[in-house]
């Protein structure tokens, strides 16, 4: 498990400079669905089902979507990840997170909890059932407004 963890630990802060590095923005948004899986993964090996799955539904999956909806409907002349005037003081900010993240990191005491009441099973499983059982409708109304959002937002930026 601890093997698992940091190589989706690499993955996930490797793919997260990739986003960064790489000059297509479509590029960018393919290394920032990878980026958000690798999140997921994180969250399954740390034993947070639901996050896990909400992480992939949410992220992976609908703000991802949307991102590459917004790309594929900008013209092509600005696609690419040009730089500009806020690049070094962004560098700046980073390394200062950078710096106070492994402060933190080396500084608290990481030792494991005595109280096992914290671990709950099946809490996918549970809120599963509590969105198809009683709260099936509101959850199928939901969605059948969000697919309409999206394919107004579509007629509305076709060119005619």
């Known amino acids: 498990m601890v093997i698992a ?14 986003i960064i590095v ?4 479509l590029h960018a948004v393919l ?13 399954i090996t740390m034993s947070a089902d ?10 992976a999956g609908a703000i991802s979507v949307l991102m590459i909806f917004a790309v594929m409907l900008t013209p092509q002349s600005s696609r690419d990840n040009a730089g500009n005037f806020l690049q070094a003081p962004a560098f700046v900010l980073s390394g200062l997170m950078i710096a106070a993240v492994t402060l933190v990191a080396v500084e608290t005491d990481w030792r494991e909890a005595e109280d096992a009441s914290f671990i709950v099973d099946g809490t996918a499983t549970a809120i599963g059932d509590a ?4 709260f099936v409708l509101p959850f199928e109304i939901a969605s ?14 076709r060119e005619d």
Request: no cysteine; proline share 2%.
């Open 22 to 25: 790489v000059r297509n923005l």
């Open 50 to 59: 639901f996050v896990a799955v909400a992480q992939v539904l949410i992220y």
């Open 144 to 157: 059948v407004v969000l697919v309409a959002a999206m394919i107004g937002a579509i007629v509305l930026v």
């Open 31 to 43: 290394f920032l669905i990878l980026s958000f899986v690798g999140v997921a993964g994180l969250y």
């Open 5 to 18: 963890f940091w190589a989706l630990a690499a993955l996930t802060v490797s793919s997260a400079a990739m």
């Open 131 to 134: 969105l198809v059982s009683p």
